[in-house]
């Protein structure tokens, strides 16, 4: 059968967005409505052929690169993010607001959110310099090896 997804994305953004679908999971559904900016037919497209799927996978090897401490694993998660440069802003995308939930989740908890806003600054810088037209694997690696030092990863080979 066919499945339909209905996307609510409310006009002020620094409310939580919600997102509600039928067929798909919750958090992808959010997600999608963060990545559509107010637009839910952009956001059933973006839920549609499993390009969310894609994207968070991509989010999750960036992020366990830059854990890990091993330059292979960072070099690996950025050659597999590729040069598609639409592709790799949509996943920063993905993980800026990733990393926008999660620090206002633990300020709603009273926990420290310094390593949170210093990690959503750089993704942001990432955002900003891939729009700038740099490199796009240049700037995956340079973000993960930076992430990985604001998460406390030393790198080593």
């Known amino acids: 059968g066919q499945r339909l997804a209905v996307v609510v994305v409310p006009e002020r953004l ?15 559904a959010r997600e999608a409505a963060l990545l559509a900016d107010g637009s ?8 549609e052929g499993g390009r969310m799927a894609q994207r968070r996978s991509l989010v999750a090897r960036l992020e366990q690169a830059a854990g890990s401490g091993s330059a292979r694993a960072v070099f690996a998660a950025a050659a597999h993010a590729g040069s598609d440069r639409e592709e790799i802003g949509a996943a920063l995308a993905l993980l ?6 999660r620090m206002r989740d633990a300020a709603s908890r009273g926990l420290a959110t310094a390593s949170l806003r210093s990690r959503l600054r750089a993704v942001g810088r990432a955002r ?6 740099a490199s796009a694997q240049l700037t ?18």
């Open 14 to 28: 620094e409310h939580r967005q919600r997102a509600v679908a039928r067929g798909v999971e919750q958090d992808v």
């Open 128 to 133: 900003d310099a891939l729009q700038a037209n």
């Open 96 to 101: 800026y607001g990733s990393l926008a939930v």
């Open 40 to 47: 839910a037919g952009r956001a059933l497209a973006l839920l």
């Open 140 to 157: 995956v690696e340079h973000l993960v090896f930076g992430l990985g030092a604001l998460m406390g990863a030393r790198t080593s080979g």
